[in-house]
């Protein structure tokens, strides 16, 4: 009785915490390919709140310098639509994947967004003869 009872609980308080917030991305994460060395790429993200409450992003965080996560302070009401800019500055060469992690007001649990690609040598330009 008493583990029928704390999984009615458990049951109730994981059913509240969905719908206390339920923020959905059309992604999760996007691969950029191969891009050229400083020469910066934004991906923009976008969500949609399907929940009853107005959505508020508390922060996003990117898990380095290189990468710039830009939102909106904005409540996003219900049934509509809002986004999360991600720049990353291709500094170094190599392969990347980075997280950007988001986290809405009246949530545990943050969202973690994914960014990949490569990043070559720019390729040089050709001098003018004379």
């Not at 302070?73 to 990347?96: D, H, I, Q, R």
């Not at 994914?114 to 040598?121: L, N, W």
Request: aromatic residues 10%; positive net charge; proline residues 5%.
């Amino acid at each position: 009785m008493k583990k029928f009872l704390f999984l009615t609980v458990l049951g109730l308080v994981a059913s509240f915490g969905v719908m206390a917030q339920d923020v959905k991305f059309s992604e999760g994460s996007f691969k950029f390919g191969k891009i050229e060395q400083n020469k910066p790429v934004t991906h923009v993200f976008t969500f949609t709140n399907n929940g009853a409450k107005p959505a508020v992003i508390e922060f996003a965080t990117a898990e380095c310098g290189c990468t710039t996560p830009e939102y909106s302070k904005e409540p996003v009401l219900k049934g509509k639509n809002s986004t999360v800019k991600v720049t990353y500055n291709a500094a170094a060469l190599g392969t990347f994947s980075k997280r950007v992690t988001i986290k809405f007001a009246g949530v545990n649990d943050p969202i973690i967004l994914t960014i990949e690609g490569e990043v070559v040598a720019a390729k040089p330009t050709a001098k003018a003869s004379k």
